[in-house]
């Protein structure tokens, strides 16, 4: 097993989980021998790819539903997540919304509000609850 990353077992977090760029960095962090929560939209999707990755890899692995603009979603998560691996050493921030629009004159307001709400301040709020 690879461990350039020098995570083995450290318990790494990943908002995103599910699209290419958390998977692939869920994967890494399996291959580098942490353990992984994968954080996602879709909780049968993402308990499934938990379950793949502590199969392939030989690592505790859970995914939990989460928005993270959705302030019970991740006080849920973290506590579930608390309960399962007792900290949370590497926090990785995979959700990300773009406008589709690279248009500034064109931008409607809701959107950019969208954006900016799980770009940016999901993260913080994130972060906030784990450091606690």
């Known amino acids: 097993m690879s461990n350039w990353l020098k995570l083995e077992g450290d318990v790494c977090a990943v908002t995103g989980a599910l699209g290419g760029m958390g998977i692939e ?7 580098n021998g ?9 909780e049968e999707k ?4 938990a379950a ?5 890899f030989g690592i505790h692995a859970e995914g939990y539903k989460m928005n ?13 997540t608390i309960a399962n691996f007792g900290r949370v050493d590497v926090l990785m921030n995979a959700a990300f919304s773009h406008t589709r629009n690279d248009r500034l004159l064109e931008l409607d307001l809701d959107t950019a509000h969208r954006a900016t709400d ?4 999901a993260s913080i709020g994130l972060v906030q609850e784990l450091s606690t």
Do not use: H, P, S
């Open 118 to 121: 799980l770009n940016v301040l």
């Open 25 to 31: 960095i869920c994967r890494e962090f399996a291959r």
């Open 68 to 80: 993270a603009t959705d302030e019970a979603e991740v006080q849920a998560a973290v506590d579930a």
């Open 52 to 56: 793949d990755l502590a199969a392939e």
């Open 34 to 42: 942490a353990n992984v929560v994968l954080l996602d939209l879709d």
């Open 46 to 49: 993402v308990k499934a790819a």
